[in-house]
């Protein structure tokens, strides 16, 4: 079945970068977009930006821009969030969830990583 | 970027209930509209997409309807495994926004 598996939690102090990894199974990587979604304590859902596994290409909220990389690495099936100049407004849990090809929506999900930023 | 807008932000309901959610995008996405459920510490859960399309496995109490900007989330009898915050969510156009949420609880 297919399975979306997310790296373990992390505290970082502010300034400092994190990278929370998302290891997917049980279909073809390479067909489904990975976006990747974050939920702050007491926030709702925010879209951070998405990689085509295929060809690499990412596209990043406004909001992220020059904090965020998103890649992949296709011979293991794993893509890769940085996320760098952490802020205490990062804190957050964040997901990995994949969008099938030629469809609009979020149908498979990561297990949901928790980054703390504390000093 | 499109913004969008629900409510209420939060109800009280009771098991049986019929429950009516709406949301309201700052303009035309079509039916590029998704709907999620989150519950605390789980990943939130696509029910409908595209406006109406009940996602495989999720109960047919679950309905969506709407076009343009305005959109709603039904759930014709509330079951106790319903209380958690349902998010719309735009794929007309990127960024894709969420919805702030809205809170299901139990009265």
């Known amino acids: 079945q297919v399975q979306l598996v997310q790296s373990g939690a992390e505290v970082q102090t502010p300034g400092a970068s994190v990278r929370v990894s998302c290891s997917a199974s049980g279909y073809t990587f390479t067909s489904y977009y990975i976006h990747w979604v974050r939920q702050a304590p007491g926030r709702g859902l925010e879209w951070m930006g998405l990689i085509n596994p295929s060809s690499g290409d990412t596209f990043y909220a406004q909001k992220f821009q020059g904090r965020v990389t998103m890649t992949r690495d296709t011979s293991t099936s794993t893509a890769y969030l940085d996320l760098r100049g952490l802020r205490f407004e990062d804190t957050a849990v964040y997901f990995c969830?994949?969008?099938?090809?030629?469809?609009?929506?979020?149908?498979?999900w990561g297990q949901g990583t928790q980054v703390i930023v504390s000093s | 970027d499109i913004q969008m807008t629900q409510s209420p932000s939060s109800l009280s309901a009771s098991v049986g209930d019929r429950v009516t959610i709406t949301c309201r995008a700052t303009?035309?996405?079509?039916?590029?509209l998704n709907w999620y459920q989150h519950k605390p510490g789980r990943a939130p859960k696509v029910l409908i997409y595209v406006t109406s399309s009940l996602q495989r496995g999720v109960p047919s109490r679950f309905s969506g309807s709407g076009s343009g900007t305005d959109f709603t989330l039904t759930i014709s009898s509330l079951q106790p495994e319903d209380f958690a915050t349902y998010y719309c969510q735009q794929s007309y156009k990127t960024p894709w926004t969420f919805g702030p949420g809205t809170k299901v609880e139990s009265k």
């Open positions: 969830t994949r969008v099938p090809e030629g469809l609009y929506y979020f149908d498979d």
């Open positions: 303009q035309n996405i079509g039916s590029s």
